[in-house]
């Protein structure tokens, strides 16, 4: 494809992995450990896998998959709310197509589209706007899901539906912002992380300046990074030329999409839109301050959590799921107690199995190998953390 | 006098009258009356008109000496289609009805003979709706060489099925010759495809998402018993060959390694998917290998009849971008299916779980 072909040139990625070997080897060297990078944005995590680039790397360099997926990180508890509002008579449900086989504590909306809700899947939440004006006598509700990625477009929808006078459209709004989140993450006390590929989607909404506290306060380097194999293995290979010069800074790979004070339009909208909620549960993290957004009191018109009355019930994760500590590098997704057994594709226990973007998902499709070798390694009876490093 | 002969007889005694007036197909069409009965003479017999067909029995009837001249065993296969939209690039319900099971039957190394047409329209569809359907099942099934001999129609109630579903049953003879099953490939052959994959999978979603992406995806669907054949004469020692539809080719070449319990590597590079493809799914976060396909096949062939069967097959119409994709390795782990990307990496092409759902960003 013009334009992006030159991402995938593999006879560039020969001498990048050649000077990402040399790096890691005296960074282990150093460390006594392999150096352990986290990519936060899930688009990332897919394309690591897509391009089979986990298993290029050396065994000096470890992933670790963050929580960047705004499906996988979706608490049960607002699963159950979603249904609750799609099986209200005279509701249509709009939702983005990989939310709907979450797992709720009872049912999906995929399952309660089966059962007689009127689930449909849009593509944008302009989409879902049109099915509003073109069948005035139902309410329709967007499911607003995503990182500042996707916020952009939800805040646009509900400002244009504000101004077409739309009174049959709602959105229950689930946007989170990273963040907090990142910080939550590096002040997670089980966490062990020397530097960051930046989220390049939402970097091209928020721009650069945000992630420099990650510097300045947690002396760790961030590389914002594209999505392109290219794009991956340059940014790993940046944050790798900073820690072997000791360094810590904010680096923007992805330059030629994000610019360095972000999309002005975009933040606008957000800012006219959106306040911080205090609180936000996140599957397998917990509640973490300031880390989700609503719609501003003036916007209630358009606020689902105000037009219906929803269950709002905080539902444990199940027992056996290790979500958080997977979501946060504490374990790979193969040593959770349910990997592959009881959590599989077909039937998700946790979240991070449902999305192709989740890291759980994305080792069962594309990282049997690894997975091979771990269990290979568990059968000569080698301790797991050191199968870990497989 | 033979069967054919025999049936024309029974045709010009029945003096066929019968001609739609409706505009629209209503309950009464399915009623067994005199407007379903017009409805099969001028819609169906009309267009699908054959002298076993023609006798309007309950069941066509073949000598089986006409079938035994053509190979030792029956093949009998059959397939229900419901598509959204019923019209699209490239192909509509009808010609996919006719393409698919005449496909089912083909790959199995069967010649396919004799179809069966059995209709579930829709209260409200308009007949010119229903003809270019039918007009397009003659059609191919012409081109395919097969003949449509019986049939069913009913009519439903409004929203109790979209617009039209569409049952074929097929029946195909298969040459004493033939012997292919997934189970037979083995370490060294080579998998082949007889073209671009993906296409259908992304036209019908393209032209039903309404995402205005203005590409100009074509679906593949084409009837493949005829280069099937000239893959046969070319390669005898074909080992099995399946159609790509839904679950697209990673489907098959898990099935493939699952029933040879062999592994299975492919290479991106060598595998053709058009551009387009390629950037609507981009787009999508959607993966080109699980898109369904209603004209590709996926051939295992031994390694020395590989150049044979790649000639053979690029010189037929449906086969003249076909491609060696990989290999069925003598090592590796069982029943897996591996892709060497281009960018250099190896990834596990897995079965497909549930469908493929587009992804948030």
């Not at chain 2, 019968?18 to 017009?38: C, E, F, P, Q």
């Not at chain 2, 069941?59 to 296969?77: P, V, W």
């Not at chain 2, 159609?243 to 699952?258: K, M, P, Q, W, Y």
Request: aromatic share 6%; hydrophobic share 40%; charged share 25%.
């Amino acid at each position: 494809m013009k334009h992006v072909d030159e991402f995938r040139d593999p006879v560039k990625a020969k001498v990048l992995l050649k000077e990402i070997t040399v790096i890691a080897k005296e960074l282990k060297e150093r460390l006594k450990r392999p150096v352990y990078i986290m990519e936060v944005c899930g688009g990332h995590t897919h394309s690591i896998f897509r391009y089979g680039i986990e298993n290029m790397l050396p065994e000096t360099i470890e992933l670790i998959h963050g929580p960047g997926c705004p499906v996988c990180v979706l608490p049960m508890g607002r699963v159950d709310d979603c249904v609750a509002i799609a099986e209200r008579d005279n509701v249509i449900f709009t939702t983005f197509g990989d939310a709907i086989r979450v797992p709720g504590s009872k049912k999906s909306l995929l399952q309660a589209k089966a059962e007689g809700a009127d689930v449909r899947m849009v593509y944008s939440p302009m989409d879902a706007l049109s099915i509003a004006k073109n069948n005035p006598d139902k309410e329709v509700v967007f499911f607003g899901l995503g990182f500042e990625t996707t916020m952009p477009s939800t805040a646009l929808t509900v400002l244009k539906a504000e101004a077409d006078g739309i009174n049959n459209f709602s959105l229950f709004c689930n946007h989170i912002t990273i963040i907090p989140t990142v910080k939550a993450v590096l002040d997670s006390p089980d966490l062990q992380l020397d530097g960051f590929l930046g989220p390049g989607h939402v970097s091209m909404v928020i721009g650069n300046k945000p992630y420099q506290f990650i510097a300045e306060h947690y002396n760790r380097p961030v590389v914002v990074a594209g999505f392109e194999p290219l794009d991956i293995l340059q940014s790993l290979w940046m944050v790798l030329k900073q820690l072997q010069a000791g360094e810590a800074r904010i680096e923007n790979q992805y330059n030629r999409i994000v610019p360095e004070e972000g999309n002005k339009m975009a933040l606008e909208a957000i800012a006219k839109t959106f306040e911080l909620r205090e609180f936000f549960e996140w599957r397998g993290l917990g509640s973490i301050d300031h880390s989700g957004v609503q719609l501003k009191a003036e916007y209630a018109a358009f606020d689902a959590e105000k037009k219906f009355i929803v269950p709002a019930v905080t539902i444990a994760d199940p027992k056996a799921c290790q979500c958080g500590e997977v979501l946060k590098g504490a374990i790979k997704p193969w040593q959770c107690k349910v990997f592959a057994k009881a959590c599989t594709p077909e039937t998700p226990l946790g979240a991070l199995m449902v999305s192709s973007e989740g890291s759980c998902a994305a080792y069962h499709q594309f990282g049997g190998d690894r997975l091979d070798a771990v269990q290979a390694k568990a059968k000569l009876n080698i301790p797991i953390n050191e199968a870990r490093n497989a | 006098m033979n069967i054919a002969q025999e049936t024309e007889q029974e045709v010009d005694s029945r003096k066929r009258k019968g001609k739609l007036v409706s505009k629209v197909i209503t309950l009464a069409h399915g009623g067994g009356g005199k407007a379903m009965r017009d409805l099969i003479d001028d819609v169906f017999v009309q267009a699908f008109s054959n002298p076993v067909l023609n006798t309007l029995e309950d069941q066509a009837r073949f000598h089986l000496s006409d079938l035994a001249t053509e190979g030792d065993r029956l093949a009998m296969t059959t397939d229900s289609y419901v598509i959204d939209p019923i019209f699209f690039p490239g192909g509509d319900i009808g010609k996919i009805a006719i393409c698919g099971t005449v496909n089912d039957l083909a790959v199995g190394g069967a010649k396919p003979l004799y179809l069966t047409c059995g209709m579930i329209i829709e209260e409200g569809m308009e007949v010119n709706t229903l003809r270019a359907i039918v007009k397009s099942m003659a059609d191919t099934a012409r081109e395919a060489g097969v003949q449509i001999v019986t049939g069913d129609t009913k009519v439903v109630e409004k929203g109790s099925c979209d617009k039209v579903f569409i049952n074929t049953a097929g029946i195909g003879v298969i040459d004493k010759d033939y012997h292919l099953g997934a189970d037979k490939a083995q370490a060294g052959d080579h998998i082949l495809v007889n073209g671009y994959l993906g296409d259908h999978g992304a036209a019908i979603m393209d032209s039903r998402g309404g995402m205005n992406l203005s590409t100009n995806i074509q679906s593949d669907c084409a009837p493949l018993q005829g280069l099937i054949q000239t893959l046969l004469n070319a390669a005898p020692n074909t080992r099995f060959i399946r159609d790509a539809t839904r679950g697209g080719i990673a489907s098959v070449l898990n099935e493939i390694a699952e029933a040879s319990s062999c592994a299975i590597q492919i290479s991106e590079q060598q595998t053709p998917i058009r551009q387009e493809v390629i950037g609507f799914c981009e787009i999508l976060g959607l993966d080109p290998l699980y898109l369904a396909n209603e004209g590709k096949l996926v051939a295992v062939v031994p390694e020395n009849e590989v150049e044979a069967a790649l000639e053979a097959m690029r010189g037929h119409a449906f086969g003249k971008d076909s491609a060696d994709i990989g290999t069925i390795l003598p090592g590796g782990t069982a029943g897996r299916v591996h892709m060497q990307t281009s960018f250099g990496g190896k990834r596990i092409v897995d079965m497909l779980i549930g469908e493929q759902l587009p992804r948030i960003c």
